[in-house]
T-cell receptor
């Protein structure tokens, strides 16, 4: 079983629509949680950190469910520029080297 | 002002050759990483250094040798390149005591022929 699992997609989303997707992680000792965005042939960039209480950054809302070990991302009012691969990332303890484990990514294509 | 810079951006070489990739960060971070992203797009940690000390060494062939001359630099040397080494290699950096938000370089696309 992969440590961080995501639906690879693609999610084809009409411009202006809402899209949501999850990832699951296997290590219950995980300490930190993030969504990164990766555009084609570019480096991953931090989209947002994810907190247990849920957090929002503009059109993006992230949720963490520690009991069920899943993380979600919701994008409202999708823009063409939201087309990218979204990487679910889970961080380990400092004692384990602050290691980040990346999911395989969920591809989102926003179409006019 | 590039925060994490890698050179070269592209590297095309023959099997059996030895090559190096360099990484430098100007963010003042104390921890640096090397990742490999293969054709299936999975991003996997290879090594990390904190204050020039090796912290993470995943199951990587010993043909790969990282070197950190100081906190701002982490280079990767690869001996006897194989076809399976073809991938994009990303360098990243973070501040150990912070939330472990990592900042990535633009990547080095390695093609072994």
């Amino acid at each position: 079983r992969k440590e961080v699992e995501q639906d690879p997609g693609p999610f084809n989303v009409p411009e202006g629509a809402t899209v949501a997707f999850n990832c699951t992680y296997s290590n219950s000792a995980s300490q930190s949680f993030f969504w990164y965005r990766q555009d084609c042939r570019k480096e991953p960039k931090l989209l947002m950190s994810v907190y247990s209480s849920g957090n929002e950054d503009g059109r993006f809302t992230a949720q963490l469910n520690r009991a069920s070990q899943y993380i979600s991302l919701l994008i409202r009012d999708s823009k063409l520029s939201d087309s990218a691969t979204y990487l679910c990332v889970v961080g380990g303890r400092k004692a384990a080297g602050n290691k980040l484990t990346f999911g395989g990514g969920t591809r989102v294509l926003v179409k006019p | 002002d590039t925060a994490v810079s890698q050179t070269p951006k592209y590297l095309v070489t023959q099997m059996g050759n030895d090559k190096s990739i360099k990484c430098e960060q100007n963010l003042g971070h104390d921890t640096m990483y090397w990742y490999k992203q293969d054709s299936k797009k999975f991003l996997k940690i290879m090594f990390s250094y904190n204050n020039k000390e090796l912290i993470i060494n995943e199951t990587v062939p010993n043909r790969f040798s990282p070197k950190s001359p100081d906190k701002a630099h982490l280079n990767l040397h690869i001996n006897s390149l194989e076809l399976g080494d073809s991938a994009v290699y990303f360098c990243a950096s973070s501040q150990w005591e912070a939330k472990n938000i990592q900042y990535f370089g633009a990547g080095t696309r390695l093609s072994v022929l």
